[in-house]
């Protein structure tokens, strides 16, 4: 990729424009020292416009901070801010969340909060008692069996000869 713009200010923040021979357009973030061989993209397409505008909407992103209200399975009350720059988990005043991570919204009954903490308890509870009797009672089928067909087969004793009757 050829470098074509080196310093081109998109939403005050510094950007390197690259372009290569098919056509296609990518806007990264100015680098950090000269060392680095790109900085991260943010924008892209198949036209300088397409590219410069995907990266001004990237750039606005990040400048929002909403206010997301939820309760975690522990019952906590927490805030949701925004995401990660770099790892994209969820940044709460509870610390970051994983974007798998169970959350009810803030109008749940504590009740029922509270009933699905038992039963998380119990879940738990219930996983733990089912991992101990496999431990306890389980065994490996495939070395099972071949050690009941190494007994049925009768063994020769092949180092000695034996005398023909």
Request: hydrophobic letters at 35%; one cysteine or more.
């Amino acid at each position: 990729m050829a470098i074509v713009d080196k310093k081109r200010s998109i939403n005050n923040v510094e950007c390197e424009i690259h372009a290569d021979v098919s056509g296609n357009w990518q806007v990264y973030e100015k680098r950090e020292n000269e060392d680095d061989s790109l900085g991260r993209p943010i924008g892209r397409g198949d036209t300088l416009d397409k590219a410069v505008s995907a990266a001004r909407i990237e750039l606005n992103k990040r400048k929002v901070r909403v206010s997301v209200p939820f309760f975690n399975l522990k019952g906590e009350r927490g805030v949701a801010h925004g995401f990660h720059a770099r790892n994209r988990t969820i940044l709460t005043d509870l610390g970051q969340f994983d974007t798998r991570t169970t959350v009810f919204t803030p109008d749940i009954p504590i009740g029922d909060l509270n009933k699905i903490t038992e039963l998380e308890r119990k879940i738990n509870e219930m996983s733990r008692q089912k991992r101990d009797l496999i431990g306890k009672y389980s065994m490996n089928l495939d070395n099972a069996v071949r050690d009941a067909i190494e007994a049925a087969v009768p063994k020769f004793d092949t180092g000695k000869t034996r005398k023909r009757l």
